[in-house]
């Protein structure tokens, strides 16, 4: 998943985050502009992502 960041973003909400594929940004947006959406993920990633008793644990890369 490839994705931009904007000086626009906050990230004030602590229980949720998103990432949009335009240039939409709310108080839980990390990027925008991504290659990707929930429907190119797998079937079985977004199900494990809707269960509130699975951990994630995201990595994110900066690159300039």
Known sequence: LSAYTSPA????DKNVISIS???R?????I???S??????????L???LKN???KVKLILEIKS
Do not use: G, Y
């Open 35 to 44: 290659d990707k959406a929930a429907n190119d993920l797998s079937v079985e």
């Open 52 to 54: 509130p008793s699975v």
């Open 31 to 33: 990027a925008i502009m």
């Open 9 to 12: 973003l906050r990230l004030k």
């Open 25 to 29: 940004i709310d108080e839980s947006t």
């Open 46 to 48: 977004v199900k494990q």
């Open 21 to 23: 594929k335009i240039d």
